[in-house]
């Protein structure tokens, strides 16, 4: 009898444990984010106090001379995330709608785990292709001093950011209901006329997110643009520097971090952009999620 | 004197949507016989049997009120060990639903869980099981096959004997043969007749015809109260209250 | 009547062919440069490639030590990654009950998935390497790599986790089982093929991941394989990335290979998923 009851308070004992274990592991994700937070506060916010702010904010780059200007790598990140968008935009919502709208489904099924297969390339792969094919290409073609220039970096990006926003794109068109298609076509319309005054509309904040994602995945890639964008940090005005190298927030970090002096200057508004960043991609992926979110709940209002 | 295997007294549960399903329902469940549940849908016959296990408390309800005795115990007392109490009352669904093991593996799992590691005391609780809800011919060949292979009407009877593999005190069951065929439906009302000898029985019928045939006793719900009680069938022959009547009779559903 | 209908007709077919071409330019590239590396790369991948140092500052021989560190990489974020996410998944699907904490968790989970890769180099380094005094070593790495894996994982989890019948919860906890029995016995062996390709897929992209090792833990070159979880290590895509921009007369075809190898490293890691999956889903009882 006693020996049962004993069982029975281990085998009680272990599921407490069990259960707060995985509860505690359920709260990771808020421990981590905060971590992150913390530490690039930490390590970054001394940069206000070193620097002053009218350096920081300058648009001169030179970390040997103690000029920590950080617009031109704020403009350099811009126009490559802009650049990108103007290649995956386009790309990516008409595959997405090719794929959902227009392919047969034997088509489909092929399109999709190529377009997949180039979402899981690493990024140091794609930075390689545009070093050794790309650039040289680019150079050549539009006559330039150097092809490693934010051009090479925006459609490498622009491919990054393609898979990203077909798969999710795709979704959206896919989840707009069949009836609104044949209700438009039983009034005369033709799947042309459907496709854009039907069915996009439709899809409209779910394509919106995906091109908010797309950015958030632009503006927070690496190695790729380190390798191909020339490393120039050179303020980026007009859409004409696409034709030369700059240099992303990105890119800075990564290729300076590795020779600072931790706990110098230079240490301290390296993680000053960091923290940047990581509010950037905050700001991004949280009001992508918004979206997704409100458009569920307008959903569910209307089929409740 | 009837003996009492289960006393309900004042029973009334509320959902968090605010759907009152159970309203002051007091009632008596006899050891050793087939006490039936019927009425049309959505009346809260679920709701109660739901309460007889405690599975109820991974519904979103919001309050219980009343008491709910079982041998003379508050099963309803937070205290309770529900997990003792599941292995006394078992429950069969609707919907047959064979866990994604083996026929065997389906009939063990509850033993296997209570800490029960003979193999021979597991082989004979399986073979228990099956003999009493009238399978052990069909599946003693194939124990090792997995479960979902059985037809509907086979499925449903293995969760009859996985429940009666763990040899509980009742037994409720949810409209247990309303997918299945009327071959399957005799094979389980058959067992239902020899299980009652030794285990309390809560039968939800699927239809009035069921209910009329099975029943010992028989309690008429209505929109979360219980409207009329009666012993053996005089609540299909005689009713006394003109809603059951109607309803016996088929005037509405 | 008749002449817009034809117009009609003439702009649908422009438009389909229009975005047809776009389709296309889309996926020839993909296709091409795939089969661009893999002409370029396979002649220079030989066993002594694959299992040889690097000699003449890496300009030959092997990349034997990228291999393993990649490998040890990868095996260090699951060794963290894989049993917190699986964990916070379950919680997420089986425990969590719809309240302002379960949103503060999904908010932090879709917070995680977006952080730069890069930024996550910065975290690791100043918590693992300077913080915690791990050094410049495979066990920071892991562990920043695993923090980067762990919202696909979760959600990949919890999503084969949801996907499992509530019935069969129903009836394991009606015949006596508490909820870890559940879990244990019924939705986990129900939801492993889902949860594997998500692992899998999470640990895909650590694998082929450079910024958030550039700084935790990848040595530029050694000269012999690391000897503990405390040592730096050599990694594929910094490796390639390390003879692809840092190292002058680089022959074309090490580079192509190592390409190579990264890539099947990686797109295998992916087919592997993909057959689990669609396995599983052959398999499936319900
Ligand atoms: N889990 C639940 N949550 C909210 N309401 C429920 C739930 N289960 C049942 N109900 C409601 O309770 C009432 C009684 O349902 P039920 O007990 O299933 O009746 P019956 O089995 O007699 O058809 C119905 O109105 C039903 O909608
Ligand atoms: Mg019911």
Known sequence: MLAREHMEKSKNFREYAI??????????????????????????????????????????????????????????????????????????????????????????????????????LPSVVLGFLGILLLSPYLRVLLDLPTGLTALAGAILLGGIAVPTIVSIAEDALDAVPTSYREGAW??????????????????????????????????????????VTGNAPVLAVHLNSLFSPVRTMTATIAAEMGEVASGSNHYHVLFFIGMVLFLISLAVNLSAAAIVFRSKKRAERVLS | MVENKIVIEDLSLSYTDGTESLHEISLNIPVNAISVLFGPAGGGKSS??????????????????????????????????????????????????????????????????????????????????????????????????????????????????????????????????????????????????????????????????QAARTADYAAFFLQGGLIEYGVDKELFTHPKKQRTEDYVEGRFG | MKKTFLNRDLIQRLGFSMISLVALFTVVPIVGVMIYIILQGAPAISWEF???????????????????????????????????????????????????????????????????????????????????QFGTSILAASLTLSIMTLPVIISASEEALRSVPQAFRTVSISLGGTRWQTIRRIVL????????????????????????????????????????????????????????????????????????????????????????RSRARAKRQW
Request: net charge neutral.
């Open chain 2, 48 to 209: 109660l049997l739901r309460c007889l296990n405690r599975l109820n408390d991974l519904a979103d309800v919001r309050t219980v009120a009343g008491r709910i005795l079982l041998d003379g115990v508050d099963i309803l007392d937070p205290a309770t060990d529900v997990i003792a109490l599941r292995r006394r009352v078992g429950m069969v669904f609707a919907r047959p639903v064979v866990l994604p093991l083996s026929i065997r593996g389906n009939l063990t799992y509850g033993l296997e869980l209570a800490g029960e590691k003979r193999r021979s005391r597991l082989d004979e609780a399986a073979e228990r099981g099956l003999k009493l809800a009238a399978l052990w011919d069909e599946v003693k060949e194939r124990l090792d096959d997995p479960a979902i292979a059985l037809s509907g009407g086979q499925q449903q009877r293995l969760c009859l004997a996985r429940v009666l593999a763990q040899q509980p005190e009742v037994i409720l069951l949810d409209e247990p043969t309303s997918g299945l065929d009327p071959i399957s439906t005799s094979k389980v009302e058959g067992a239902l007749q020899e299980l009652k000898r030794e285990y309390t029985i809560v039968l939800v019928p699927h239809s009035v015809q």
């Open chain 1, 186 to 227: 039983a009034l005369g319309a033709t799947r042309w006329q459907t496709i854009w005054r039907v069915t996009l509309p439709a899809a409209r904040s779910g394509i919106l997110t995906a091109v908010m994602l797309g950015i958030g995945r632009t503006i927070g890639e690496t190695m790729t643009v380190m390798m």
């Open chain 3, 189 to 276: 062996p129900q939801a492993l093929p889902g949860i594997i390709t998500g692992v899998i897929l999470g640990l895909e992209r650590a694998a082929g991941e450079t910024a958030p090792i550039l700084f935790t833990g990848a040595a530029f070159f050694l000269p012999r394989l690391p000897g503990s979880p405390l040592d730096a290590t050599m990694a594929l895509p910094y490796h390639l990335f390390v003879i692809s921009t840092q190292v002058p007369e680089m022959p074309f075809q090490i580079q192509y290979g190592t390409a190579l190898v990264l890539i099947i490293f990686v797109l295998g890691m992916n087919l592997v998923a993909t057959v689990i």
């Open chain 1, 19 to 120: 259960t707060r274990l995985i509860r505690v592991s359920g709260y990771s994700a808020i421990v981590f984010v905060a971590l992150i937070f913390f530490f690039l506060l930490r390590e970054g916010i001394p940069a206000l106090a070193e620097v002053d702010l009218g350096t920081l904010f300058s648009t001169r780059w030179y970390p040997i001379e103690g000029l920590y200007g950080i617009l031109p790598l704020i403009t350099g990140s811009l126009i490559v995330t802009v650049g990108a968008m103007l290649v995956a935009v386009p790309f990516g919502i008409g595959t997405a709608v090719f794929m959902s709208e227009i392919a047969p489904r034997w088509l489909r099924e092929v399109l999709k785990p190529l377009v997949e297969l180039l979402g899981g």
């Open chain 3, 50 to 132: 694959l299992t040889a140092m690097p000699r003449d500052g890496m300009r030959a021989g092997g990349i034997w030590p990228a291999i393993v560190g990649t490998f040890y990489l990868t095996v260090g974020t699951a060794v963290f990654s894989v049993p917190l996410g699986i964990a916070a998944a379950i919680y997420l699907s089986e425990y969590a009950s719809e309240n302002w904490l379960t949103r503060t968790i999904r908010i932090a989970i879709i917070s995680l998935a977006g952080i730069p890769s890069v930024v996550y180099g910065l975290f690791g380094l100043g918590l693992f390497v300077l913080f915690l």
